[in-house]
């Protein structure tokens, strides 16, 4: 008896409707799977060096839930779900979750600015809010740092719309450039031509544009040059590091002091400095 009433259960729930659902089901995902990996592998192909990478990127994920969408769509529709009923429930959930999300459509709509606007690209090298690194993806949301350390920094599109972006890799040359200051009794002009040969004598330096070697101010103990080179910006760190060294080994040869802060005590209105000295313990005894 057992044995029965189980077998019209199974008899009842496999119905040729049912299997005939199944079967469609399994047909439009069976199907509808490859050719969306074929379209998008198409498209890759297509539009592969002819676009900025993160329009290539967005086009093909654009597509990509298009097409998924589609599927679901049509799965949904062989289960009787109609159509109009479901846009119109996405409708209002969409609407529900705008009003209860409004940094996301901000992020959204300050994404889109950004994408047409392109100041900067995958892989570049930015920093914005103090913080610097990798662009690795640019998405609709937000944009995906990785910094030289090894950090995953995620950074809203509005927060890149509202702050000001430095863009470190967006011109192919860039100027490695420091400070460097030099005691007051030395010869400025001197010092000037020397590193005007520093410069000259750089490897990978570039002629032009030319080298910057400017009078930058006096500060307290010293006076301040600004110094640099152009280079490819992919050397520029390096050549930062080059040029200083090589600044400080010419210096050392040619005996130009680069001085520390120092602090001079003077007494009264003259300009001669306090007169200090050490006594041993006899002497101040004796004094």
Known sequence: MFELTTMNLVTDFITPERIGLAVRVILILGIGIP?????????????????????????????KYVFYLILVVMVLNEFGFKISALLGAAG?????????????????????FLISERPFLIGDVVEVAGKMGIIDSIDLLSIKLKTFDGLYVRIP??????????????????????????????????????????????????????????LNGFGDSSVD?????????????????ELMIAVKERFDKEGIEIPFPHISIYAGAASDPIKVSTLTKEEQTHE
């Open 35 to 63: 050719i969306v990996k074929l379209v998008l592998n198409l498209l890759n192909r297509l539009i592969k060096n002819k676009l900025s990478l993160q329009s290539e990127v967005l086009i093909v994920r654009t597509v």
């Open 92 to 112: 209002i959930f969409g609407l529900a979750i705008g009003f209860a999300s409004q940094t996301s459509v901000s992020n959204i709509i300050s994404g889109i």
């Open 157 to 214: 599109n509005e927060t890149m719309i509202k702050n000001d972006v430095t863009n470190l890799t967006r011109f192919d040359i860039r100027r490695a450039q420091f400070t460097v200051g030099v005691a007051y009794k030395e010869d400025i002009r001197k010092v000037l031509e020397i590193l005007k040969d520093v410069a000259a004598n750089m490897p990978e330096a570039l002629a032009e544009p030319a080298p910057l070697i400017q």
């Open 225 to 241: 040059i600004n110094f640099g080179v152009w280079t490819v910006t992919s050397n520029v760190v390096n050549m930062k590091t």
